[in-house]
């Protein structure tokens, strides 16, 4: 092979292949240094343009073959370093392999102290997110850049373990100087992918490395099963996952009458309602989709995963419940059908005005609420249709805009409380939608914090004049602060509390 190495333009001729020779995998490994020592004069040797003694393993001639193409340096020395510090601590948790690694180390990290090696554990891009072994090991691996953060892709280190396995999707040893850059040739360490049980996308790599002179026949054999122990520990974790999906929508796929199915977030059906066939998985990338056989059928989102609707067949005479608990609320969430959908700001502003207006709103009218005289229709729109994704077609109609649910809503039942005198748990409340500045929701806003003001003023009552005082809308009342002095008494141990901010706000107020 032929290759041009980037760093200081040195070109090599690579022949790895003659004919007669032995291939280095019909060498019996006895002695690894002396198989070392071997490795290290077939690597001068091909990366001469010369003969060797033997013929790279086919799996080391193929890694070398690529690296080398794509512009790895044999003379090369650290591996670049991705991540560090919090970044290295994000990555780690957000990673699926951080729940095996309990099982991974009893497995592997006592086995590896005893031998001299290291457990490591790479993503599916070659970083290294955990190094585990004896201290001397550790110490030694610093030196070449065998550290938790650094990329060892053979795109960035050539041929070794952990890069080449992920490039193979196969397990692989690596000794001493089949690694392609030098600086490593004093190592050995075998590899295996770890897979996703859902998706069988590869995950990353497990791999034991150590010193050349403690390499040992059964090292393979060894990451190999502790791989596909990982890979069993996330096949139960996801079990467990599929199983609380299917309880938890359980209502919502009965409600469908033999017209859909329950998918997980990765399109793959998890149980199905009397409606036929259907593939292992569907693309749920888009809203509709077609069947193999020919079937039309919506893709509605849940918290969890999907809800597969077959087109044509009528829906469930249930009636969605909708919950809206946006007073105080500064990130909103609604709950639909018992199960909690987090919202965008605009979006709990549009389920505001919606639940306001049952009649319903059309997009003139929803812009003119949202954003005033300069509001466009068609921004109105765009932010329904998101909405109806969200939160299905089924609760939120068109033409006009409008809530097809069974609305249950704080601000809606504040004016109630008001009127039957629930004067303390009305002032317990904080204000509607408090970041919202949209013209038709501050309006709301001022409307009910005022209504709530003058009620609790105009009663006098002390335990509510005090609960209004702690909202954040009565904290900085002054006229609420006065009144509440007038009827507390001067030996209730909140009076001197209420002084004090009273004073405050006095001082502020000149």
């Known amino acids: 092979m032929c290759a041009t190495l980037g760093a ?9 292949a003659a004919g007669g020779r032995r291939r280095a995998s019909s060498v019996v490994m006895t002695d690894p240094v002396e198989y070392a020592q071997l490795m290290r004069r077939v690597h001068a040797a091909v990366l001469s343009g010369e003969q060797g003694p033997v013929a790279p393993r086919p799996v080391v001639s193929d890694s070398w073959r690529r690296s080398l193409a794509g512009g790895v340096d044999p003379d090369g020395h650290l591996p ?21 690694l309990p099982v991974l180390r009893s497995t592997l990290v006592g086995i590896a102290d005893e031998a001299m090696h290291m457990m490591i554990v790479t993503d599916a891009e070659g970083n290294i997110l955990w190094r585990e072994g004896q201290v001397d090991v550790r110490l030694l691996a610093d030196r070449v850049g065998l550290a938790e953060g650094t990329r060892w892709s053979e795109e960035a280190m050539g041929t070794n373990a952990m890069g080449t396995t992920l490039a193979l999707d196969a397990p692989v040893q690596i000794h001493s100087a089949e690694h392609l850059v030098r600086t490593i040739h004093a190592w050995t360490c075998a590899a295996a992918p770890v897979h996703d049980p859902d998706t069988g996308a590869v995950l990353g790599a497990i791999d034991i490395t150590g010193p050349m002179r403690t390499r ?20 139960l974790r996801m079990a467990a996952r599929d199983e609380q999906l299917r309880q938890r929508n359980l209502p919502h796929l009965l409600s469908l009458r033999g017209a859909g199915a329950l998918l997980t977030q990765t399109g793959r059906v998890l149980a199905v309602e009397s409606c036929g066939p259907l593939p292992e998985r569907l693309d749920v990338s888009a809203g509709a989709l077609s069947l193999p056989d020919g079937r039309e059928a919506l893709v509605e989102p849940l918290e969890e995963g999907y809800l597969l609707r077959l087109r044509g067949v009528p829906r469930s005479l249930h009636r969605p419940r909708l919950t809206l608990e946006f007073l105080g609320a500064t990130h909103p969430v609604a709950v639909l059908d018992g199960r909690e959908q987090p919202l965008t700001p605009r979006h709990a502003e549009i389920l505001t005005l919606l639940a306001a207006n049952r009649d319903g709103l059309t997009a003139d009218q929803l ?16 932010e329904v249709h998101r909405l109806r994704t969200a939160l299905g077609e089924r609760v939120v109609l068109t033409r006009p805009y ?8 704080d601000f809606l039942a504040l004016p109630t409380l008001l ?15 408090p970041r919202s500045d949209s013209p038709a929701i501050r309006a709301h806003r001022d409307e009910l914090v005022t209504a709530v003001h003058r009620a609790v003023i105009d009663t006098g009552d002390y335990e509510d004049l005090w609960t209004l005082a702690q909202s954040p809308t009565g904290a900085e009342d002054l006229e609420v602060l006065e009144t509440l002095l007038d009827v507390l008494p ?21």
């Open 367 to 382: 812009a003119m609420s949202l954003f005033g005289e300069s509001g466009n229709p068609v921004t109105a729109r765009a």
């Open 402 to 409: 409008r809530l097809a649910a069974d609305v249950t809503a």
């Open 8 to 16: 200081g333009g040195l070109q090599s001729r690579c022949t790895v």
């Open 80 to 100: 670049p370093i991705v991540y560090s510090g919090t970044d290295l601590a994000d990555v780690r948790a957000a990673h699926p392999l951080a729940a095996v």
């Open 216 to 235: 040992h026949p059964a090292t393979l054999a060894l990451v190999t099963a502790a791989a596909h122990l990982a890979e069993g520990q996330l096949r």
């Open 419 to 433: 009127r039957t005198g629930a004067l303390r748990k009305a002032a317990s409340y904080g204000a509607l939608l």
């Open 490 to 510: 001067k030996t209730d141990p909140r009076y001197p509390i209420a002084t004090a901010r009273h004073a405050r706000l006095l001082a502020s107020s000149r």
